[in-house]
Nanobody
């Protein structure tokens, strides 16, 4: 059974940083496309960043320059470094994975991914 588990969320002040992690178990994700999403109350889930199976990285324009995605295949861990956080970044953050490649220049849409974590809350005030 595939499992993705996010961690690292919390409450911070505007301008501060957080580092989210997502560990996968149940299968090896070396050939996966993996990504980060978020969903605020009353809003649709939106893609933030993704790493394709060939290592290509794509960011959504509204986080590029502030968020950095990385992946450690040896540890099956996906990371999202979030800097200069803003109140509008407040949301539940999710990681997702699916066999790649996706091949796009922007993060895949949510319905591309078949495996999701349970989410970790980020609150910026």
């Amino acid at each position: 059974d595939v499992q993705l588990v996010e961690s690292g969320g919390g409450s911070v002040q505007a301008g501060e940083s957080l580092r989210l992690s997502c560990t996968t178990s149940g299968y090896t994700c070396r050939d996966c496309c993996t990504g980060w999403f978020r969903q605020a109350p009353g809003k649709e889930r939106e893609g933030l960043a993704a790493i394709d199976s060939d290592g290509t990285i794509a960011y959504a324009v509204y986080v590029e320059g502030r968020f950095t995605i990385s992946k450690d295949n040896a540890k099956n861990t996906l990371t999202l470094q979030m800097d200069s956080l803003k109140p509008e970044d407040t949301a539940m953050y999710y990681c997702a994975a699916d066999p790649g490649p996706y091949g796009g220049s922007t993060p895949p849409p949510a319905d591309y991914f078949g495996h999701w974590g349970q989410g970790t809350q980020v609150t910026v005030s």
